[in-house]
T-cell receptor, first 111, second 112 residues
Framework: SQTIHQWPATLVQPVGSPLSLECTVEGTSNPNLYWYRQAAGRGLQLLFYSVGIGQISSEVPQNLSASRPQDRQFILSSKKLLLSDSGFYLC??????????FGEGSRLTVL | LAKTTQPISMDSYEGQEVNITCSHNNIATNDYITWYQQFPSQGPRFIIQGYKTKVTNEVASLFIPADRKSSTLSLPRVSLSDTAVYYCLVGYSGAGSYQLTFGKGTKLSVIP
């Protein structure tokens, strides 16, 4: 069966520090991968998606970036965090037809 | 332009049937309609998916009219544990269309 893992689960970082969130999928190949962010009490904002190794599409221009160095690995990064980057970050995968499978999430607090 | 529109919140008593409607006037031919449930501090969880007509599984039913411009999630006999945010997602991750964008969701509160 397929599983998806995210880490770290919780992160507290100062403004201006770098960020790296990692997501891996097991039990499937060639998944479409997604990063979403959810601010407190808000809906899910699509940040990036990837349909293959090295292929990244950005939905929202900001100081975040994403990379896909391997088929089942998706990384969210920032060189310098802003207060507004705080939120709940969710990685998800799908094959087709919009059925997304989400990871456990990573809660980021920027101070 | 938002792809989906849902009521912001709904209240229901335990044991009642709850129907949440989602409007998606610009649905594309390839798009599927998928409903998710989200509890606080968790990722959304798949509930049900359909393309047209009616779909039923062990937890919900999904009604889609012929024009596919709306859909209704039906939760039979809700309990307190069904208190959550419900999202309707319209899309298809393939064939050049990969943006899976969520709407604002419907916060369902089940009252004892």
């Amino acid at each position: 069966s397929q599983t998806i893992h995210q880490w770290p689960a919780t992160l507290v970082q100062p403004v201006g520090s770098p960020l790296s969130l990692e997501c891996t999928v097991e039990g499937t190949s060639n998944p479409n991968l997604y990063w979403y962010r959810q601010a407190a009490g808000r809906g899910l904002q699509l940040l990036f998606y990837s349909v293959g190794i090295g292929q990244i599409s950005s939905e929202v221009p900001q100081n975040l970036s994403a990379s896909r160095p391997q088929d089942r690995q998706f990384i969210l990064s920032s060189k310098k965090l802003l207060l507004s980057d705080s939120g709940f970050y969710l990685c998800a995968w799908t094959r087709v037809a919009g059925e997304l499978f989400f990871g456990e999430g990573s809660r980021l607090t920027v101070l | 332009l938002a792809k989906t529109t849902q009521p912001i919140s709904m209240d229901s008593y335990e044991g009642q049937e709850v129907n949440i409607t989602c409007s998606h006037n610009n649905i594309a031919t390839n798009d599927y309609i998928t409903w998710y449930q989200q509890f606080p501090s968790q990722g959304p969880r798949f509930i049900i998916q359909g393309y047209k007509t009616k779909v039923t599984n062990e937890v919900a039913s999904l009604f889609i009219p012929a024009d596919r411009k709306s859909s209704t999630l039906s939760l039979p006999r809700v309990s307190l544990s069904d208190t959550a945010v419900y999202y309707c997602l319209v899309g298809y991750s393939g064939a050049g269309s990969y943006q899976l964008t969520f709407g604002k969701g419907t916060k369902l509160s089940v009252i004892p």
